[in-house]
């Protein structure tokens, strides 16, 4: 006799009435779906699906070896949004949760009308780039492991992705706090199933979007603004809008900002 296959499903907060469009928001790597509240509650227009991700937040309790992969991640993603009035949605997403949004709208076309993608990438294109990707990646979660957390943050928010944060300091100190609630363990499976060394290469499939997509920059972050510029090139349908003065983490540093950003792209193109 054939066992039925579980249905994995990950922990989420909602804001807002049902009845209204639907924003459905992934954190990155170390966050968790609380991240997006101070963007969720200046957006009152819209019910928001906030999801904490396979090893993060409330999901930490949900951690079959199957989830920890793109297309594992996918499943309990979409089956956690198996409910009334989520027919279609609207993906937002930052860093590690842009680049599971992006799989997701490729995978998903019916169901995703519009998809933001805040510091995205279609992955890897070589072999080359993954081989070596996945040894800095096994030095990183050694790090995690043999050091203190609070140890760990310090060195993961001194790398230059993140240098503009330092023109902040208390914003820095509360980013660092809040990620000290994170579990080591589940860090280290996301990390190593979820990283971009385990992303399937999606530039050849990127001229398949079909819905409107929005690649949300911070100004100082010359590393992802030169991966949208080029995923711009393979498809009409991506739009690229630039934060002043910020780096990889727009939403962080200039929540105001990015909320109207958000705001006027989707009443512009997806309402």
């Not at 050091?147 to 902040?168: G, V």
Request: proline letters at 6%; one cysteine or more; aromatic letters at 6%.
């Amino acid at each position: 006799m054939m066992s039925a296959t579980k249905i994995i499903t990950l922990a989420f907060e909602s804001l807002g009435s049902s009845n209204k469009p639907t924003l459905v928001w992934l954190h990155g790597f170390l966050g968790a779906g609380r991240d997006w509240r101070p963007i969720a509650k200046r957006l009152p227009d819209y019910h928001h699906v906030m999801l904490d991700l396979p090893g993060h937040g409330e999901s930490i309790h949900r951690q079959p070896e199957t989830i920890f992969s793109f297309s594992g991640a996918a499943r309990a993603i979409m089956a956690t949004l198996e409910q009334p009035g989520l027919d279609t949605i609207t993906l937002i997403g930052y860093s590690m949760g842009a680049r599971l949004a992006l799989y997701l709208a490729l995978r998903f076309p019916l169901r995703i009308r519009g998809l933001v993608m805040e510091g995205g990438s279609p992955g890897l294109r070589t072999e080359a780039e993954r081989h070596e990707r996945r040894q800095r990646d096994r030095e990183t979660r050694h790090a995690l492991q043999s050091q203190s957390l609070t140890e760990f943050l310090t060195a993961w928010y001194d790398q230059p992705l993140f240098h503009s944060l330092k023109n902040h300091p208390g914003l820095l100190r509360r980013l660092r706090a809040s990620r000290c609630k994170n579990d080591i363990s589940g860090l280290c499976r996301a990390h190593e199933g979820l990283g971009i060394a385990a992303q399937p290469d999606l530039w050849p499939e990127l001229p398949r979007l079909s819905m409107p997509t929005l690649s949300i920059i911070g100004e100082q972050d010359a590393k992802y603004g030169a991966i949208a510029r080029a995923m711009q090139s393979r498809s009409a349908c991506i739009e690229m809008v630039t934060v002043p003065k910020c780096g990889h983490n727009t939403h962080v540093e200039d929540p105001k900002t990015f909320a109207q950003l958000l705001s006027e792209w989707l009443v512009d193109r997806v309402e």
